[in-house]
């Protein structure tokens, strides 16, 4: 298992993927899940699958879940800390036995899958609250990888804007964008609140907004002020 952690926006989702792909897992399904977008009622059969009948308005075949789709490959639960503490308990039950009866059902399924977990909450103060489950945040814990705020990442803000500027020109059939160095101060000097998912954005409206694919200074926009001016 594999515990993310990380502010929102430091592409915790993009981490997960690349776990995957670089594994022996890379042929078999990643399968993902935002454990605070679906609705509590229907996170369980969402995760565990349920058989004809589990509930009104179930399919008459059954539906497997997503760990069902996942088996040999990975299964990617992002805010893990919004899962509620009765269907965290039931989840510990499917990681120990790797295996998982459907909603409704009474036949056990065998998985192979394996976990990789993401949130933007400090677990051990969530156990501590009594939000989460101590023995779960042992059992998902495996190893566990912060990403840093994209505020303390040096020079990859400025490699990573020049992809972002790179990609959205290929896609909108531009020029070769480039950064006066004003730009690029700029763009170091930020806090980036909302971290590389901000930074792309930014860069994304820098690049429409900019003459003679030279992005300058005037041409980036910080969504901080954007909101302030809300």
């Known amino acids: 298992s594999v515990l993310i952690t990380g502010d929102c926006g430091t592409g915790k989702e993009l981490f997960a993927q690349a776990i995957h792909h670089s594994s022996a897992r890379k042929v078999h399904p990643f ?4 454990c605070a977008a679906i609705p509590k009622n229907l996170l369980e059969s969402e995760l565990f699958g349920y058989d004809k009948g589990a509930f009104t308005g179930a399919r008459t075949k059954g539906k497997p879940g997503k760990f069902e789709l996942a088996h040999r490959g990975t299964i990617f639960l992002d ?24 909603v409704g059902g009474n036949e056990k399924v065998k998985l192979d899958v394996r976990l990789i977990v993401a949130t933007n909450k400090n677990l051990a103060e969530e156990v501590k609250n009594g939000a989460f489950r101590e023995d779960l ?27 972002f500027s790179e990609e959205f020109s290929k896609d909108n059939k531009l020029g070769k964008i480039h950064f006066s160095k004003e730009a690029k101060d700029k763009l170091i000097q930020y806090h980036f609140p909302g971290n590389v998912r901000e930074l792309k ?16 200074a005037n041409d980036i926009t910080f969504t901080s002020s954007i909101r302030d001016d809300i």
């Open 79 to 102: 805010e893990i800390a919004e899962m509620e503490l009765n269907l965290q308990s039931k989840l510990l039950r499917v990681l120990q036995e790797r295996e998982v009866t459907r």
């Open 201 to 216: 954005a930014i860069v994304d409206l820098a690049v429409v907004m900019c003459e003679n694919n030279e992005i300058v």
């Open 31 to 34: 399968v993902k899940i935002n």
């Open 137 to 163: 945040f042992f059992r998902i814990m495996g190893l566990p990888i912060e990403l840093p705020p994209l505020r303390y990442r040096g020079n990859d803000i400025l490699i990573l804007a020049k992809h």
